[in-house]
């Protein structure tokens, strides 16, 4: 069963047009939310974010709020999700094709929920990843529907047997194409400022949290691709991948090649805080 704009319906009886704005356009945005054991993890933090997402493209909210948390919780009843993914879009619906915003189309809301299992394994022995030039456009903190930049940047990485593409703007870091990044130095946890050039991520200020109540300092603040390199640690976050240490840039081995104390450490309130999810 998938979400079709307010209604709980069969996936077959759905048919997305062909001038649908996010298929012509990629004019639209989008969500993924996590959940374990059938709850969702964050899910104000994700909508207050999609409503973002919609102000800044000027894109009309289709439904209220409640009616839509409603849905989500409907959804995963409906499909029996245990541990998995809710992905939600909402377009700028269907019109004629023509750039300019349609002058009175509904939005399309589309919805559905997929399992998933947590990456444990490299979770514990981390990841090879890629540097490569941000190719993306420069509103990276609205959740888009065009994603041809991540997606060239992640198949790139892959291509080099790498898990995740690290991005830099004239050698300062952004992102990953899929994840915001985190390095360790001395004992204090640095990454990028939420401007324009990242998506906020919800994992990424969740980890901020985390390390505020550990004691650890967090400084969002800028930095080059030589202070990655030399980074005591280096680790990537999402809401699918949670916190995956980084092993290796490029040629360059990172922390001994093994996950180091603080991502182990971070990794571990993370979980606990799943835990009380449960309870
Ligand atoms: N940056 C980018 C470009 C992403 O696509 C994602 C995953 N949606 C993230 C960061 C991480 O965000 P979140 O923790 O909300 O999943």
């Known amino acids: 069963m998938i979400l079709y704009n307010d209604k709980i319906v069969e996936r077959r009886d759905v048919a997305i047009d062909i001038e649908d704005r996010g298929y012509q356009f990629g004019d639209g945005v989008y969500e993924v939310i996590r959940v374990y054991e059938g709850q969702c993890f964050f899910l104000d933090e994700h909508l207050d974010r999609l409503e973002r997402s919609a102000k800044e493209i000027r894109l009309d909210w289709p439904c209220s709020r409640k009616d839509l948390q409603h849905n989500i919780e409907g959804l995963i009843r409906e499909n029996q999700l245990s541990d998995g993914m809710v992905y939600l879009q909402i377009t700028r619906g269907v019109a004629n094709r023509n750039h300019l915003f349609p002058a009175d189309t509904a939005s399309v809301l589309t919805g559905y929920v997929r399992e998933l299992v947590r990456p444990v394994e490299i979770m514990e022995k981390g990841i090879h990843t890629k540097l490569l030039d941000d190719i993306r456009w420069l509103r990276c903190d609205i959740k888009s529907l065009n994603l041809l930049g991540n997606v060239l940047l992640k198949q790139e990485a892959h291509e080099d047997q790498c898990k995740e593409a690290i991005l830099h703007r004239d050698g300062t870091v952004t992102e990953g194409s899929s994840t915001n990044v985190f390095i360790v130095k001395e004992g204090k946890l640095f990454t990028h400022p939420a401007t324009n050039l990242i998506l906020n991520g919800i994992t990424r200020l969740h980890i901020i949290n985390l390390a505020k109540k550990a004691g650890v300092d967090i400084i969002e603040q800028p930095f080059t691709i030589d202070t990655l390199l030399q980074a005591d640690e280096v680790f ?30 971070l990794q571990k309130h993370f979980e606990d805080s799943i835990k009380l999810l449960k309870i």
């Open 236 to 265: 990537v976050s999402s809401t699918t991948m949670e916190i995956v240490p980084v092993v290796q840039i490029d040629q360059e081995i990172i922390s001994g090649g093994k996950s180091g104390k603080i991502t182990k450490a």
